[in-house]
């Protein structure tokens, strides 16, 4: 910056933005002008009891129905109503519902019997997609980008459980196709990335926190710029209600943060968390994929070239646009806050499960990693 005045409007507009960003939540959190009956299909999961919290806070009256496989800490005043979406819909059927949010839909079946079931109960329709319904592209992407074709043999209608990642992409691509026709003009689709925050049971930051306590020498994988997105569930969960409070509907992704960010930055936020001597060692893209490793063996964000990565390979792209959401409210709290508060959840959990993280590196795979890199980086190749 060229001068003092520069630097301190710079300071002032950052302070007045995380004000705004506070003053946003605040009104987030208070009363919805009406209670809404609200069904949350599949709202014992991660994502699904943010979203019950969210409703729940807006004054909203929460029925969640899912398998029950999970205990989710949810408000005594919410009723749950354990079974299959698939052979259990009587326990729906009968009552009429202001809203559904949907987050367990992964196969076309399970829409299409969920609007027969409750034809012409449902005022609003949520269903929670992901952007994994795009096309393997190294370029940006937004809401009018190609997405995933079902081009398997199998005819998806006669499929309830989903195998792999393509799949899983181009099935949802079918969910959001159903609801339009099941729900016509009144569907909403959401389609977010990696979603984070406390609770996250994948681990996809956590496993960080877990490496970098350790400490000493780290891998970090790929471009240290190379852009990284992903979304607090607790922001998520915010806006989807405001949204169904609305009566929104059409297509809309819903990634953060709101400016580009890097891997490197990233890993500096979570790095300030510890004062575990540490050092972090980038290895490139292409050295990584030249050494046979998958997406799955590697921590998230890190991305392969489209044309290189397998067929029902995990892949996503992090070039994702949410100018559409933003242009309707959708505000994300500092990464800071996410990151302390994932941390504070995660050491919570038995000591066992902390050194054991879900996603990243597995130790001897991190260090047979290094070992090969240092001894390419002595031949200098």
């Known amino acids: 910056m060229s001068n003092r005045r520069e630097f301190m409007n710079t300071v002032v507009g950052a302070m007045l933005g995380s004000a705004a960003v506070v003053t946003a939540h605040e009104k987030i959190n208070s009363t919805a002008p009406k209670s809404l009956r609200t069904l949350i299909i599949g709202g014992t999961g991660f994502a699904g009891s943010h979203q019950v919290h969210a409703a729940v806070a807006r004054g ?16 005594a005043e919410v009723e749950i109503l354990a079974g299959d979406r698939y052979k259990d819909l009587n326990l729906i059927a009968d009552r009429d519902w202001d809203a559904i949010i949907d987050f367990a839909a992964f196969a076309p079946l399970g829409v299409r019997t969920l609007g027969q079931a409750l034809k012409g109960r449902v005022k609003h329709y949520t269903l929670i997609s992901t952007v994994m319904t795009y096309t393997r592209a190294a370029g940006n992407v937004d809401e009018s980008s190609a997405v995933m074709e079902h081009t398997d043999s199998v005819d998806p209608y006669t499929v309830q459980k989903i195998s792999g990642w393509r799949q899983y992409g181009s099935f949802n691509v079918l969910c959001e196709r159903e609801a339009q026709t099941q729900f016509p003009q009144k569907t909403l689709v959401v389609r977010p990335g990696v979603i984070t925050g406390p609770g ?45 409070e609305r009566s929104e509907t059409g297509v809309y992704n819903a990634v953060g943060p709101v400016m580009s960010m890097g891997m490197c930055e990233l890993l500096g936020a979570v790095r300030s968390l510890f004062s575990t001597p540490m050092r972090l060692t980038w290895v490139p893209s292409q050295w990584l994929i030249e050494q046979k490793l998958r997406a799955d063996e590697v921590p998230f964000f890190w991305v392969k070239d489209p044309q290189l990565a397998e067929r029902d390979e995990l892949w996503l792209s992090y070039k994702v646009s949410s100018a559409k959401a933003h242009a309707k409210s959708l505000t994300y709290r ?39 890199w240092h001894v390419y980086c002595m031949k200098g190749q």
Not at 209 to 233: C, K, S, T, Y
Not at 337 to 354: A, G, H, I, M, V
Request: avoid cysteine; glycine fraction near 4%; proline fraction near 8%.
């Open 200 to 244: 996250d049971s994948v681990d996809h930051i956590a496993y960080w926190f877990a490496r970098m306590e350790r400490g000493g020498e780290i891998v970090a994988p790929g471009d240290p710029l190379a852009p990284v997105q992903f979304i607090d569930a607790r922001d998520l969960a915010q806006w989807v209600v405001r949204m169904v």
């Open 60 to 75: 909203h009256k929460v029925t969640v129905f899912s398998r029950g496989e999970k205990k989710m800490d949810l408000p």
């Open 334 to 372: 500092p990464l800071a806050t996410t990151l302390s508060d994932n941390l504070k959840w995660y050491r919570t959990l038995p000591p066992e499960r902390q050194a054991a993280p879900r996603s990243g590196w597995k130790t001897e795979l991190e260090q047979n990693v290094l070992t090969a």
